[in-house]
């Protein structure tokens, strides 16, 4: 004897696959989305990154996209930073959001990760400014070269 399964059973059975193979196909499609979009707004990302850390790092650089972009305040007033020789990059973070010169330190790491820079920050005294960006301040922190010579 065999069992059969009932036509209203073997229905709802194919709409469940039916919706679990779009749903896959829409996030699949947004993924691939959102990671053209950081790239055309950040650049490409690290080589150092696996794949699942580029897609890690997408998805946050396209939700703080907001933070990176915009400054932590209007003024014009240059304040010097220091990068102690042998600092770690999770301390520098944390003095720069105390300084109040980026927003928000997750923001901040995911560039400084997705791009690569957090291997490259330098030892030395730099010159930031409050009004600019998380990413102004990123590139601002991979050269000590003054701006003037005296």
């Known amino acids: 004897m065999s ?3 009932s036509p209203v059973i073997l229905f709802f059975g194919i709409l469940t696959l039916s919706v679990i193979c779009l ?11 959102m990671r053209d979009e950081v790239i055309d707004t950040f650049g490409l990302p ?7 850390e580029r897609i890690y ?8 996209l907001d933070d990176l972009n915009k400054p932590v305040n209007d003024i014009s007033k ?8 042998d600092e770690s990059t ?9 300084n109040n010169f980026i927003k928000n330190e997750t923001a901040f790491r995911a560039y400084l990760l997705y791009t690569g820079m ?3 920050l330098q030892a030395g005294t730099h010159n930031l400014n409050p009004n600019m960006n998380s990413i102004q301040i990123a590139q601002a922190l991979q050269d000590v070269t003054p701006l003037r010579v005296r």
Do not use: M
């Open 90 to 98: 999770h301390s520098v973070i944390s003095r720069l959001k105390e």
């Open 118 to 120: 957090d291997k490259t």
């Open 78 to 85: 240059p304040k010097q930073f220091i990068i102690e020789h």
């Open 23 to 33: 749903g896959s196909g829409i996030v699949g499609l947004s993924v691939v989305s």
């Open 46 to 52: 690290s080589p150092d990154l696996s794949q699942t």
């Open 3 to 5: 069992k059969r399964f």
């Open 57 to 64: 790092l997408s998805v946050q650089l396209a939700i703080y």
